[in-house]
T-cell receptor
Framework: AQSVTQLGSHVSVSEGALVLLRCNYS??????LFWYVQYPNQGLQLLLK??????LVKGINGFEAEFKKSETSFHLTKPSAHMSDAAEYFC??????????????FGQGTILTVHP | KAGVTQTPRYLIKTRGQQVTLSCSPI?????VSWYQQTPGQGLQFLFE???????NKGNFPGRFSGRQFSNSRSEMNVSTLELGDSALYLC???????????FGPGTRLLVL
């Protein structure tokens, strides 16, 4: 079974400050890892994903994440927060393998607040 | 390409009724997955359909069911609605062989 833990249900930063959202996962097989963002009254938008290869992955809107197998972590960062980054962020995991791609296990989400 | 569309966007039902939600995937995508989002339980996987066959199923009671048509459009049905079924229901589609799911805007269901 897989699980995802997002440390901190709420994170507050000032505009221009570093954004760090933490995600740890548990998986008995090689995982595929994702970060999604959800704006109010909307669906989920993919920010970035890790499947294989380079462990530092870059996504949209200046976000990046690093897969650290030894720490079972996939933390999301952005060097400089913008007001438009305020949203809820979800880390998710699926198993590598075609028949498992359609099932994502999500963390509980982190609400990011950006102060002017 | 048009994104994933879900209808209706909002729905109000009463306990004991049943409801059918619809999802149209991105053109060419053969897989549709459904998720329930609630404040208490977060995002939970319901089931996935691929080429009209249920491929994966989450831990939900049998009141939750789904199907997929030959054009890849999918419906999910909830029978005998309970107050706890109030949620945002999200569907996501992906191309065959790809691990990336693309989400629709969701259907918000309120059960009174």
């Amino acid at each position: 079974a897989q699980s995802v833990t997002q440390l901190g249900s709420h994170v507050s930063v000032s505009e221009g400050a570093l954004v760090l959202l933490r995600c740890n996962y548990s998986s008995s097989v090689p995982p595929y890892l994702f970060w999604y963002v959800q704006y109010p009254n909307q669906g989920l938008q993919l920010l970035l994903k890790y499947t294989t290869g380079a462990t530092l992955v870059k996504g949209i809107n200046g976000f990046e994440a690093e897969f650290k197998k030894s720490e079972t972590s996939f933390h999301l960062t952005k060097p400089s927060a913008h007001m438009s980054d305020a949203a809820e962020y979800f880390c998710a995991v699926s198993e590598a393998g075609g028949t498992s791609y359609g099932k994502l296990t999500f963390g509980q989400g982190t609400i990011l607040t950006v102060h002017p | 390409k048009a994104g994933v569309t879900q209808t209706p966007r909002y729905l109000i039902k009463t306990r004991g009724q049943q409801v059918t939600l619809s999802c149209s995937p991105i053109s060419g995508h053969r897989s549709v997955s459904w998720y329930q989002q609630t404040p208490g339980q977060g995002l939970q996987f319901l089931f996935e359909y691929f080429s009209e066959t249920q491929r994966n199923k989450g831990n939900f009671p049998g009141r939750f069911s789904g199907r997929q048509f030959s054009n890849s459009r999918s419906e999910m049905n909830v029978s005998t609605l309970e107050l706890g079924d109030s949620a945002l229901y999200l569907c996501a589609s992906r191309p065959g062989g790809s691990e990336t799911q693309y989400f629709g805007p969701g259907t918000r269901l309120l059960v009174l």
